[in-house]
T-cell receptor
């Protein structure tokens, strides 16, 4: 079983839609949860991070962590064509990081 | 701050050649990492370092070597390039203080081994 599972997509939505991206994990020791955005031919860019359970909001982005279900989500409201990218979830414990394989998102104008 | 920088951006190697991928960070992070990213496979950890003089193997270390003589630099060495090492290589660094444990990535080095 992989440490982190992420649906690779691809996901295609119309502009303005609400996007939901999800990951599940198996290691209950994970304490830090991150979402990265990666544009084509670029390095991953840290989008949001959360410590332990709960929600965190930053503009159009909301990250949710449910440690009891070992499930994390990223919501994008009012999606824009510029949000088209691959989104990677990541989690860590003790500076060991584990990444999902990424979900490819396309927002159609 | 420049963050994490990597050189070169792109390189073509012949089988059996060697090269060093350079990585530098100016954020005074103790932890540094090397990943490779293959299409549809996500990020795989090659080596990591928890501080100057200390390195350890990750998930896919075979065919690679690293050193960490300073806090800022973490070069990755390929001794005998093989086609299986064709990939995109990312260097990253992180810190763990003030309840923040996050990783910052460089722009990547695209390597093609022919």
């Amino acid at each position: 079983q992989k440490e982190v599972e992420q649906d690779p997509g691809p996901l295609s939505v119309p502009e303005g839609a609400i996007v939901s991206l999800n990951c599940t994990y198996s290691n209950s020791a994970f304490q830090y949860f991150m979402w990265y955005r990666q544009y084509s031919r670029k390095g991953p860019e840290l989008l949001m991070y959360t410590y332990s359970s709960g929600n965190k909001e930053d503009g159009r982005f909301t990250a949710q962590v449910d440690k009891s279900s070992k499930y994390i989500s990223l919501f994008i409201r009012d999606s824009q064509p510029s949000d088209s990218a691959t989104y990677l979830c990541a989690m860590s414990a003790g500076n060991q990081f584990y990444f999902g394989t990424g979900t490819s998102l396309t927002v159609i104008p | 701050n420049a963050g994490v920088t990597q050189t070169p951006k792109f390189r073509i190697l012949k089988i059996g050649q060697s090269m060093t991928l350079q990585c530098t960070q100016d954020m005074n992070h103790n932890y540094m990492y090397w990943y490779r990213q293959d299409p549809g496979m996500g990020l795989k950890l090659i080596y990591y370092s928890v501080g100057a003089g200390i390195t350890d193997k990750g998930e896919v270390p075979n065919g690679y070597n690293v050193s960490r003589s300073t806090t800022e630099d973490f070069p990755l060495r390929l001794e005998l390039a093989a086609p299986s090492q064709t990939s995109v290589y990312f260097c990253a660094s992180s810190y763990n203080r003030d309840n923040q444990e996050t990783q910052y990535f460089g722009p990547g080095t695209r390597l093609l081994v022919l």
